[in-house]
């Protein structure tokens, strides 16, 4: 029987293991605890740059009088330090009410449409096949894609009084059906744009719109993750698709689900281009939210940009408590867990 003996190097024993040189780590010649915080810097004095800078202008502005005179490029006046008489001229305004409640249910209903049918599509998508699903995903992105001035003119197109699509569609229903469901035949002429009610309705749909690709692939990136072996147990358990959906889908997606809700709430409720473009700017104060409140206030003639800058950090501030109680109970929710 040959006997194989192994020399090691460098001369030791055959039985003696191989050493081999660990590559040294390159100093920095920073102490350890410090070189994450060396990494970060670099992005936080960009957000510092991009978002905090301006944020504090725009809160020093909130607390003074501004306008023309005090933004001209040659020999500006000086700012006239009002204190809060911004807030308390907001507080004391109807639109103030107007606006925040135009805010908080345009917000509230276009976050749930949205994350409903972003959800089913997102759960079709998962049911097609690979080339398919690729193909509804670069179709749909397409509308997320779409700038929000594209959107509102496409919109306005389609609900105009005169040549709309969607009027033109209406009068093309049976007149029993069309005064069943909506206590109208003729449809001629409606102007959806000088109603506020109306106004919000074609408003919620172009956000939806726009919105839900967005939910729609972050769900199906949520149910890749999802092992099938859950599914398959499930089956065989005899377990319908509601019920699925409910005890292995929803409860598994539920941090993706977080997340979406935080940042639907914050896109919602800044909504301004589309609004904008849609009430044909300014005019209609009875359609105000507080993104286009601000913006009236602040270049209106005479601009009050000091009391556009407080209604600004107003919807700034009831969006941080909004992302902070809902992000807190999240992590209690972990916690828990």
Same mark, same amino acid.
């Given at each position: 029987?040959?006997?194989?003996?192994?020399?090691?190097?460098?001369?030791?024993?055959?039985?003696?293991? #191989?050493?081999?040189?660990?590559?040294?780590?390159?100093?920095?010649?920073?102490?350890?605890?410090?070189?994450?915080?060396?990494?970060?810097?670099?992005?936080?004095?960009?957000?510092?740059?991009?978002?905090?800078?301006?944020?504090?202008?725009?809160?020093?502005?909130?607390?003074?009088?501004?306008?023309?005179?005090?933004?001209?490029?040659?020999?500006?006046?000086?700012?006239?330090?009002?204190?809060?008489?911004?807030?308390?001229?907001?507080?004391?305004?109807?639109?103030?009410?107007?606006?925040?409640?135009?805010?908080?249910?345009?917000?509230? #209903?276009? #976050?749930?449409?949205?994350?409903?049918? *972003?959800?089913?599509?997102?759960?079709?998508?998962?049911?097609?096949?690979?080339?398919?699903?690729?193909?509804?995903?670069?179709?749909?992105?397409?509308?997320?894609?779409?700038?929000?001035?594209?959107?509102?003119?496409?919109?306005?197109?389609?609900?105009?009084?005169?040549? *709309? #699509?969607?009027?033109?569609?209406?009068?093309?229903?049976?007149?029993?059906?069309?005064?069943?469901?909506?206590?109208?035949?003729?449809?001629?002429?409606?102007?959806?744009?000088?109603?506020?009610?109306?106004?919000?309705?074609?408003?919620?749909?172009?956000?939806?719109?726009?919105?839900?690709?967005?939910?729609?692939?972050?769900?199906?990136?949520?149910?890749?993750?999802?092992?099938?072996?859950?599914?398959?147990?499930?089956?065989?358990?005899?377990?319908?698709?509601?019920?699925?959906?409910?005890?292995?889908?929803?409860?598994?997606?539920?941090?993706?689900?977080?997340?979406?809700?935080?940042?639907?709430?914050?896109?919602?409720?800044?909504?301004?281009?589309?609004?904008?473009?849609?009430?044909? *700017?300014?005019?209609?104060?009875?359609?105000?939210?507080?993104?286009?409140?601000?913006?009236?206030?602040?270049?209106?003639?005479?601009?009050?940009?000091?009391?556009?800058?407080?209604?600004?950090?107003?919807?700034?501030?009831?969006?941080?408590?909004?992302?902070?109680?809902?992000?807190?109970?999240?992590?209690?929710?972990?916690?828990?867990?």
């Amino acid at each position: 029987m040959a006997h194989t003996s192994t020399v090691a190097r460098g001369g030791g024993e055959p039985s003696a293991p #191989v050493r081999r040189n660990k590559p040294q780590a390159r100093r920095t010649g920073l102490p350890d605890w410090l070189v994450p915080y060396a990494l970060l810097l670099p992005g936080l004095l960009v957000i510092a740059a991009l978002l905090l800078y301006p944020l504090y202008q725009l809160v020093d502005m909130s607390f003074h009088q501004v306008g023309l005179r005090q933004i001209r490029a040659v020999n500006p006046s000086p700012a006239e330090f009002v204190g809060l008489d911004n807030y308390s001229s907001i507080l004391d305004s109807d639109l103030f009410w107007t606006s925040l409640r135009n805010t908080v249910v345009f917000a509230v #209903v276009t #976050v749930a449409l949205t994350l409903i049918l *972003g959800t089913l599509v997102g759960l079709l998508l998962n049911k097609l096949g690979p080339k398919m699903s690729t193909f509804v995903v670069v179709g749909i992105m397409a509308a997320w894609a779409t700038p929000p001035t594209a959107q509102a003119v496409v919109w306005k197109w389609l609900f105009d009084s005169d040549a *709309g #699509v969607v009027n033109w569609a209406l009068n093309l229903l049976p007149d029993w059906l069309s005064s069943l469901v909506f206590g109208r035949s003729d449809w001629s002429g409606q102007p959806w744009f000088n109603d506020t009610i109306t106004l919000y309705l074609v408003l919620i749909i172009a956000v939806v719109w726009a919105s839900f690709p967005f939910i729609a692939v972050s769900v199906l990136a949520g149910l890749k993750s999802i092992p099938s072996e859950l599914y398959e147990a499930a089956r065989m358990d005899g377990a319908t698709g509601v019920g699925t959906f409910r005890k292995i889908t929803f409860p598994l997606l539920k941090p993706v689900f977080s997340v979406l809700i935080v940042l639907s709430t914050i896109w919602d409720f800044k909504v301004f281009t589309q609004l904008y473009l849609l009430a044909g *700017g300014t005019v209609n104060r009875d359609a105000f939210n507080l993104s286009l409140w601000s913006y009236a206030e602040a270049f209106s003639s005479p601009p009050k940009m000091g009391l556009g800058a407080a209604i600004a950090v107003v919807l700034t501030a009831i969006l941080l408590v909004i992302t902070f109680v809902y992000v807190r109970n999240i992590v209690k929710t972990e916690d828990v867990r």
